[in-house]
């Protein structure tokens, strides 16, 4: 059975390191380091050690990756001890 990729954009596999900061419910700043999984024109999805709550917009900085986006967060989906998130930028990048 052929199951199509649903996906707008081609993603390429990337491990760089990218912070991302956010505010929570009760608007106190959060901030986390997370490993880049893949990445694309449209979004990025990251692994980290917390979760963050579906719809919240974070802030996004990766040197590396040239990237300093905002973002908002599509799922969460748990692993073990840590999280994997889709994040769908605000503004596709180039």
Known sequence: MFIKDLRRDDRA?????VTLSWDDSSGQAKFALAN?????VGGISVR??????VRTSVRLRSAKLKLAVTATVKYCVRHNSWYRL???FTQRTA
């Open 86 to 88: 889709g994040l769908e």
């Open 13 to 17: 596999p990337s491990a760089e390191s």
């Open 48 to 53: 980290v050690d917390q979760a963050v709550p």
């Open 36 to 40: 880049c999984l893949n990445v694309s």
